[in-house]
């Protein structure tokens, strides 16, 4: 991948997983990363995240980065696949287990308690008869904590809220909470904005960042979206399919559940010019909410 030549003053991404195309609650993390980039002259970019391919739904990347395009986003440097990656997540798991972070583990899912905390059972070394089909990092007792820009100061013991946790699967992939803290410091990211069903990661990515001396970025979590039906949106599922919507009735609908008091009826350009002009993150809401997201018109020009 090209590097930057000189450092911009902040660093956003957007990370999507390509397991469904982009639908509201994602549009809205790459709405609010490439806004929060955008007003503090920063570069936005846009990863990838095709580390999982059982979950992966074919075509989906090649559709969300299409869709980005349809609502006018541009990353500011080429796309970033996750599945080009696995050698630097290799590298960063050899040297954690190098310097004793982190270990072998040999349980399975049905080996752990109903909690889903992992209680250490291989901490100090596998067990007789068991053989290593994860990797664990070692988490400390005492508590993480950040302020998060929307959320407020947050506090998270790992040990008592997940336990030593996976970053190498018993499938022989990375897990998420390594390729992300791997792929954040290698793009420079300096803020990460993205949807607070992600808050209950953060304490994990951050801790993962000092484990292996990354610098740790900015973190702002919006609040989770809620369909009528109060169930959170969610592309695996199908649900809201706003690519046979319009965008700029999208956007707009975005930036309201983002708190932003946009004029309505405004075109796609005129839309973004006022976005970046008012954009406030100060402004996002903490707590969760329904999304009142367009009704495709019988006019709207479907996107495929
Ligand atoms: N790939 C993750 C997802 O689509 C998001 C990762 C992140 O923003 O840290 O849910």
């Not at 302020?147 to 018993?170: I, K, Y």
């Not at 649900?239 to 004029?263: M, N, T, V, Y």
Request: charged share 25%.
């Amino acid at each position: 991948m090209r590097r930057q030549s000189s450092r911009p003053s902040a660093t956003g991404r957007f990370a999507p997983s390509p397991t469904g195309d982009l639908h509201f609650g994602s549009l809205l993390a790459a709405v609010a990363s490439f806004l929060q980039a955008r007003s503090c002259g920063g570069h936005w970019l846009v990863r990838i995240e095709d580390i999982d391919p059982p979950r992966e739904v074919a075509g989906s990347a090649r559709r969300i980065l299409r869709d980005l395009q349809r609502f006018g986003m541009r990353p500011d440097l080429p796309v970033l696949f996750q599945s080009t990656r696995y050698a630097a997540y290799r590298a960063a798991l050899g040297d954690l287990i190098d310097r004793g972070l982190a270990f072998q583990c040999g349980c399975s899912r049905a080996d752990l308690p109903r909690s889903g905390v992992y209680p250490g059972t291989c901490r100090h070394g596998l067990p007789r008869g068991k053989r290593a089909r994860t990797v664990r990092l070692r988490v400390p007792a005492q508590a993480v904590s950040f302020t998060d820009q929307v959320q407020g100061e947050v506090e998270e013991n790992l040990e008592q809220t997940v336990g030593d946790f996976v970053l190498w699967r018993a499938d022989d992939l990375p897990a998420y909470q390594l390729a992300v803290v791997v792929d954040d410091a290698y793009q420079q990211v300096t803020q990460v904005v993205r949807g607070a069903d992600l808050l209950t990661s953060t304490a994990r990515q951050i801790y993962l960042h000092r484990c292996l001396a990354l610098p740790v970025p900015t973190y702002a979590h919006y609040p989770v979206v809620r369909g009528t039906d109060g169930q959170k949106l969610s592309k695996r599922l199908g649900s809201d399919p706003i690519a046979s919507g319009e965008p700029a009735r999208a956007l707009e609908a975005a930036l309201r559940f983002l708190g932003q008091c946009c004029p309505s009826g405004l075109d796609l350009d005129s839309l973004w010019r006022w976005a970046e002009n008012n954009w406030r993150l100060s402004a996002v809401p903490r707590e969760a909410r329904t999304a009142v997201t367009p009704e495709p018109s019988e006019s709207s020009k479907p996107f495929s």
